[in-house]
Each structure stands twice: as structure tokens, then as C-alpha cells.
């Protein structure tokens, strides 16, 4: 009989060969190794936010145009009944997490009484010249429980040293002030737009940059991580967080979180690759899917009856959340300083589908058996797929990348949306996957996808029901660690 030889302490002794498992199970199993590019601690905290507002609100609100010139006299911006704990009231009925406010477009007026230009709020005459629109929304967020995030323009059609080698630092003073004066923020953002025609302190022309070295960028990174390093960066190239390649509010059916930028430039982007990533890309850079909630950006009467339907925002949610990403949805104040009638009760129509739809997991606490698991070790087990919680995942051995796991729901239930996540923290390691319910004494296949990551919601085109569902995984680059698997019933 061939033997093995094992120690435990001080003793010593043989086991026959058909037991050499059994030996090697006493042996804990470490979790699984990373694959590829991960997330960092602040990109963890931005993915699970999934999704959050944007408010673009500037002299363009009373003016009727998307891009102000520049030209504009800083006396028209001039709410009648600003009310920001209103505002941040109707973004929490909506269900978002947080907020970024457009503290300057690329008109290059200032929501904020900076010190790097008089094109600002100071001189508007509004409340005498005292406001301060970006303090009083990042303290509504504050108060309300919702993060606060700034935007800031690259570009600035007003500054007469636009394309001078003094803009850039002016552009730094007026971030530093943004990062110093109103509290924690958990995300800045850059836009893509470069140089154009504006006013330029009264030159009328058209100025264009290298946007590749005009900025420099790396610098300017430097500065957010000095004075806010919880903050993700927002830019068509990152750092932390890419563009997703359009402004309709999704990402790619098959979408990675990881993914190789064209350069280190803003407004470098590669919109058909954005919207997708790359697989096994060298950074993890996942989308923001941006979207408004009307036609334009800013708030313009004629658009008020164009505004989306809270169904429309959730096919979205699914489009964009649902595919690893995060959705930011723009609700634009109007002229009175406060979100219009229809776009606040189109907000919160699909804040309680959200509610109604995300309340209640059908499979939370289920029974599940799987095909394998890690070492054996309930740590790594099924159960965690049905725990409700991000960070604790069933893990396989490695080698092993297509188990399958069976979740026993005890009773008939109807549902048509399946949620999937991935412990992100060890990188996205599944491409594929197929979802079985249990129908006439036999597995039929309802739903397929691809690319899991931190999220994947899918939706069936009409409930099904069933009292268990398999789960396969059917092509994975290493060993899964799975941590999530939800059915819900999609309110209406």
C-alpha cells in the first residue's frame, strides 16, 4: 500500500494514499490570488455608490444656452427662490448617494466667491454679492446624507489668459479652493472640452491647447490626492474613473471595469472602447455613464415636457449600474433655484421603482449547494452568495472555472431581475455566465451575460417562476469569487 507521510506536533505517523485528501483538507486554504488590475480603496467606496446626481446650474440657466460664451454679464445669474435642502431633498427621493455640482461650466463663471477671477458669483448682485451656491449645496448633502462632488471646467471662454502659460496655474488655484473650503468630496471631475472660440477678457477669438501637455496633468492629479486622496478622479482617461464613451447613460453589454486609455491627455477619448473597456487592461478605470434627464444640460423652458419617464431612468439604471458601472443623472435646477415640477416628480417615481424593485431579495437567506468550494472551508462557501454582503464570496478552487450553484428558494417565486456581483477586490475574474430555473422536472435556460464585475443586473422580458435557479458559470479566467446572487420582481 503506498503511503504518505504527515506530521501533526510531535507526532508522526502514515496515512494510506486514498486518504491523502482528507489530510491535505486540514490544511487551510488561503483565498484566492488577485487577477489582473484592482481597484483601490477609494474606486471600492465609488462603486458602491452605483448611482448619484449631477446638477448643472450657471449663468447658462439664464441665458437659454448649453456653452456660454463668456461674455456674460455675472448680474443675470439670479435665482428667485434658491433652496438647496429642497433641491438635495428631491435627489434623495430619487434614491442618489451623492452629488456633483458643476461649480464652474465653460463659461468660466464661478458658483463660488473665488479669488482667482471676478466672473463669479461675487459680482452677480444675488443676496449682495454674499451667495455661495457651492457651499450651500455641499452642506444640504452634507446635512442630508448624500456625498458631495465638485465639477470644475479645464476650459474657461472668459479668462483672458486662456492658452497663456498662466491659465493652468490659475485653473490649480481655483481647484485648491474647491478642495480646501468645502469639506470631504468623493469625486472631481474634468471634462473633455479644450479650447474653442470665447471671449477671452474681450479678444473674441479662437483659442486652441496641446490638450496633451497644456494642463499638465499629472499635476493637477497630484494636487487632488494632496489635499482630497479619498476623492476618485473623474476624466475621460481617469485616473480613477473613465468616461464612458457617449452621454446616453449606458455602458456596453459586455463591459470591464479595466481598460488601457489612448494617453494621459482629457478629451483623449476612444468612445467605442470606453463604452466596453479592455479585457485584462493594465488599469481599473470603470465607466461613469453620464446622462441628463432632459434634452440638455442646463435647465431651458422649452424642454419641459421632454423629460424622461421613471422607467426610462430605470432602463437606464439597468444599462449602466447593471453593467459595472455607476449612473449619473443630471437634474438641473431652473431660474427659481430648484429642480422644475417634472423632472422633481420624475425623480422620485423612479426613486420608489428603485425602492419597490431592490426592496425585497427573493433569494436573500436561501439554501444553496455548490459544486465546489475553496479547501473545502465554509469561509469560501455558497452561502455567501445569498449573506447580502459584497465583501464575503464563494470562492472555488483554483482551476476550477465553471462550478455551478444551485439556490433552493423553498417556494414558488416569480421574479425577472438577477443581480450578480463579483468581489472586485480580487479583479473581475468571470466572462460568462447562464442562469437556469427549474421547469417541468428539467433545467431550462432563462437569462445569459457577460463581463459580472462589481454589478450585473439582468432583466427577462416577463417574469418567470420557479422554486430554484441555477447558476453556472461557464467561462471564467481564473477560479470566481462570487459574492452576490439576487432575484427581484421589477415594480410598477
Known amino acids: 500500500m503506498t503511503t504518505v507521510r504527515v506530521s501533526r506536533r510531535r507526532f508522526l505517523f502514515t496515512l494510506p494514499v486514498s486518504r491523502q485528501l482528507a489530510a491535505n483538507a486540514l490544511e487551510p486554504v488561503g483565498a484566492p490570488a488577485s487577477f489582473g488590475a484592482i481597484p483601490s ?17 450657471s449663468v447658462n440657466t439664464f441665458t437659454g444656452l448649453e456653452w456660454g460664451y463668456g461674455d456674460e454679464d455675472p448680474s443675470v445669474f439670479s435665482p428667485t427662490a434658491f433652496d438647496p435642502d429642497a433641491i438635495v431633498s428631491d435627489l434623495r427621493a430619487g ?25 463669479c ?73 479644450n479650447g474653442g472660440d470665447g471671449y477671452y477678457g474681450g479678444a473674441r477669438e479662437k483659442r486652441l491647447i496641446d490638450k496633451r501637455t497644456y494642463y499638465d496633468w499629472p499635476k493637477t492629479w497630484n494636487l487632488v490626492r494632496e489635499l482630497q486622496p479619498d476623492a476618485a478622479i473623474f476624466s475621460d482617461v481617469g485616473p480613477d474613473i473613465r468616461w464612458v464613451g457617449n452621454e446616453a447613460g449606458h455602458a456596453a453589454e459586455t463591459c470591464w471595469a479595466t481598460y488601457d486609455p489612448a494617453g494621459r491627455a482629457v478629451g483623449d477619448a476612444r468612445p467605442e472602447e470606453s463604452e466596453r473597456g479592455s479585457r485584462g487592461g493594465v488599469q481599473w478605470l470603470p465607466p461613469e455613464c453620464d446622462v441628463s434627464i432632459r434634452p440638455g444640460w442646463f435647465w431651458h423652458a422649452a424642454e419641459d415636457l421632454q423629460v424622461k419617464a421613471p422607467s426610462e431612468l ?30 422633481a416628480a420624475s425623480l422620485r417615481g423612479f426613486g420608489d421603482l428603485l425602492h419597490r424593485t431592490f426592496g425585497r431579495n427573493f433569494a436573500a437567506g436561501a439554501k444553496v449547494d455548490v459544486s465546489n468550494v475553496r479547501g473545502n472551508q465554509t469561509r ?11 465583501y464575503k464570496y464563494w470562492a ?8 455551478n450553484a444551485v439556490i433552493w428558494l423553498g417556494r414558488d417565486v416569480q421574479f425577472n431581475v438577477v443581480r450578480l456581483r463579483e468581489d472586485i477586490r480580487l479583479g473581475q475574474r468571470i466572462d460568462a455566465v447562464e442562469i437556469d430555473l427549474w421547469k417541468a422536472g428539467a433545467w431550462e435556460t432563462f437569462a445569459k451575460a457577460t463581463s459580472v464585475g462589481a454589478c450585473r443586473l439582468l432583466k427577462t422580458r416577463v417574469p418567470v417562476s420557479t422554486d430554484r435557479v441555477r447558476l453556472r458559470i461557464t467561462q471564467a479566467a481564473v477560479s470566481p469569487a462570487l459574492s452576490d446572487f439576487g432575484l427581484f420582481l421589477e415594480a410598477h
Open 396 to 403: 472555488t478552487d483554483d482551476g476550477v472555472t465553471t462550478p
Open 41 to 57: 480603496q477609494r474606486q471600492l467606496r465609488w462603486h458602491e455608490l452605483e448611482y448619484y446626481a449631477f446638477l448643472h446650474f
Open 95 to 119: 434614491a442618489a448617494r451623492g452629488v456633483i455640482l458643476t461649480c464652474k461650466h465653460h463659461d468660466g463663471f464661478c458658483l463660488w466667491p473665488t479669488r482667482t477671477t471676478e466672473h
Open 314 to 343: 430605470l432602463s437606464l439604471y439597468y444599462q449602466s449600474a447593471g453593467r459595472g458601472g455607476n449612473l449619473l443623472l443630471n437634474i438641473p435646477p431652473d431660474r427659481r433655484g430648484l429642480l422644475s415640477a417634472g423632472d
Open 380 to 390: 469560501f462557501g455558497g452561502e455567501n452568495l445569498v449573506a447580502g454582503d459584497r
Open 121 to 193: 458669483i461675487r459680482n452677480s448682485k444675488w443676496r449682495d454679492g454674499k451667495a455661495d451656491v457651492v457651499r450651500e449645496i455641499a452642506e444640504a448633502a452634507r446635512r442630508q446624507g448624500l456625498k458631495f462632488g465638485v465639477y470644475l471646467s479645464p476650459w474657461d471662454r472668459n479668462s483672458a489668459l486662456y492658452g497663456s502659460p498662466q491659465y493652468p496655474e490659475l485653473y490649480r488655484a481655483q481647484l485648491r479652493e474647491l478642495l480646501t473650503q468645502y469639506g470631504p468630496l468623493f469625486e472631481v471631475w474634468h471634462d473633455g472640452a
